[in-house]
């Protein structure tokens, strides 16, 4: 009888104990394809990568830990130089945190104390999308919008007004192009600061793909870029969080580099170290980092672990990996085959309503009825008779139920390590096709 408190205590878990490239191996020997990176993206690389395992290695040896308030260490300077280089324009420093939901929280944080060290205090409200995740704490939860893990803490949440998500398959009007709808989907955002009031409001945050609440779910083209104008013109900051799909996943290193847009802020936890240790970041521009410095001086957040030694060399190692060359060329290239094997696979299947997606992270979206596009009743439990069916044939992938801006839906994420190869795209989707 264990006496963890697991978070879904109904859940059958088996007990892992091996990884390896692709699989994973429970106690009883069993293999399971890899077709969700280790849960939620986070192990990019796959399993037992050498090169992270021996500069874990290394580090714990030299020096495990250090605060970084009294000392600055050689992983913790290297990666923030490798993470600063290539990053989207204006992104010149970085901020160290143990989890994606600490990296958004620091960004609203950020955020909210640069507006009082330059004198606009008022500025505090924040805005976000019916649709993403952006935490677990409550600053996450409030901002995000998986309705079910919020309901109960919205009492004691911060308050934050939400708009429609970017959701083409739902939300696209008849005789309605992509551009235009994405246009009409983001002026929500101008009308939203009209009627909150340009000078109170602070922030708006979105994922650039949205991961866990909606299934993969990109934007149209030019949505973002309508986000962007309509933030500079109301200096509204805009915080991207790419803590799911960030990284190499969409086959860029970050999404929002294929919209054309570059954040005041971006956040990224999961693909940073792969799940070889747990950390997250936070980017920042220069013009708020210089408000904060040279104001006050300090940033009035962060955290006991921020910048862990350890943490930064294996997401150093990571990070390497990630920029070697042709690495990305493989990523775009083995998302082209799952697009593809999706589409040969599901396109004519009579409760796969649509399949999206970018690079490494597709979705597809059952609906008992394709016409229509209504979802199978939540009391069935098809998402969950789908996790089981998949991990009983030794695919690991994520079906989830969930509500999208007021749309109870059916979705199934697939977004293997960026180390798959194209065989194994075929396994994993042909396990799908025989869970479905
Ligand atoms: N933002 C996004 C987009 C996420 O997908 C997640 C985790 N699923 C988080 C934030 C929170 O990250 P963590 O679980 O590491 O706190």
Do not use: W
Request: charged share 20%.
């Amino acid at each position: 009888m264990s006496s963890v408190f697991h978070r879904i205590p109904k859940r059958h878990l088996p007990v892992a104990v091996k990884g390896d490239g692709m699989y994973i191996f429970d106690r009883d020997g069993k293999r399971y394809i890899d077709g969700y990176a280790g849960g939620a993206c986070v192990s990019c690389l796959g399993h037992s990568q050498q090169e992270v395992i021996d500069a874990i290695r290394h580090q714990v040896g030299e020096m495990a830990f250090f605060h970084a308030g009294m000392f600055t260490s050689e992983p913790l300077e290297e990666l923030a130089s490798i993470l600063t280089t290539d990053a989207p324009e204006g992104l010149t420093r970085v901020f160290f945190t143990n989890s994606g939901s600490e990296a958004v929280e620091t960004a609203i944080m950020m955020a909210r104390q640069y507006f009082v060290e330059v004198g606009d205090p008022r500025r505090k409200k924040v805005i976000g999308r019916r649709s993403s995740y952006h935490g677990a704490g409550l600053t996450g939860l409030s901002v995000g919008y998986q309705v079910a893990r919020r309901t109960p803490f919205e009492d004691i949440s911060p308050s934050v007004f939400h708009i429609s998500p970017c959701y083409e398959y739902r939300g696209r009007l008849e005789g309605e192009t992509p551009e235009q709808y994405g246009l009409r989907t983001a002026n929500e955002l101008e009308q939203a600061i009209l009627g909150l009031g340009p000078e109170s409001v602070m922030a708006f945050v979105a994922e650039t793909v949205t991961g866990t609440t909606s299934g993969a779910t990109p934007p149209v083209p030019g949505y973002f870029k309508r986000i962007r104008d309509i933030c500079d013109k109301y200096g509204v900051l805009l915080i991207l969080d790419e803590v799911f799909c960030g990284l190499g996943r969409t086959g860029t290193l970050h999404a929002c580099e294929q919209d054309g847009v570059a954040p005041d802020f971006l956040t990224f936890a999961k693909g940073i170290a792969a799940g070889y240790q747990p950390i997250g970041a936070t980017m920042v521009n220069q013009k708020i980092y210089d408000a904060i410095v040279g104001g006050s001086g300090t940033f009035k957040g962060g955290y006991t672990y921020s910048g862990h030694a350890t943490a930064c060399a294996a997401a150093v190692a990571v990070q390497k990996i990630l920029r070697a060359p042709g690495f990305l060329d493989h990523v775009k290239a083995t998302g082209n085959v799952l697009a593809a094997q999706l589409k040969d696979r599901f396109a004519q299947h009579p409760h796969v309503g649509d399949i999206r997606g970018r690079g490494m992270l597709m979705t597809l979206e059952l609906v008992e009825n394709r016409e229509t596009k209504a979802p199978f009743p939540a009391a069935l439990g098809l998402s969950s008779k789908i996790y089981q069916s998949a991990q009983a044939k030794g695919l690991i992938t994520h079906a989830q139920s969930g509500t999208v801006d007021g749309h109870v839906g059916d979705h199934v994420v697939i977004c293997p390590p960026l180390i798959a190869a194209q065989e194994n795209i075929e396994t994993i989707t042909s396990l799908l096709s025989e869970a479905i």
